[in-house]
């Protein structure tokens, strides 16, 4: 009895190590679908290119509560015209 209890446990240790390993950013492309019920953080593309097209990280959750990250193109600051 105490062994399955091990095992089961160790199952579900390796079941929730798999889930965070399934949380690799996607890229997205124009019109393709996301479904985000909420925003956990955005990390803005890189200042150092400013008035270029750098990459952003976004962190979010979608409706049935799994954690996902997609990569998007966005422009950089451009605060010094």
């Known amino acids: 009895m105490k062994?399955?209890?091990?095992?089961?446990?160790?199952?579900?240790?390796l079941a929730s190590f798999g889930a965070l390993a399934d949380t690799t950013a996607s890229t997205y492309e124009y019109g393709m679908p996301l479904d985000i019920a909420k925003v956990i953080s955005i990390t803005p593309a890189s200042n150092d290119a400013d008035c270029q097209v750098g990459t952003a990280h976004m962190v979010y959750v979608d409706h049935q509560g799994q954690t996902r990250e997609v990569d998007y193109r966005q422009m950089g600051n451009c605060s010094q015209l």
């Open 3 to 13: 062994r399955s209890i091990a095992l089961l446990a160790l199952s579900a240790t």
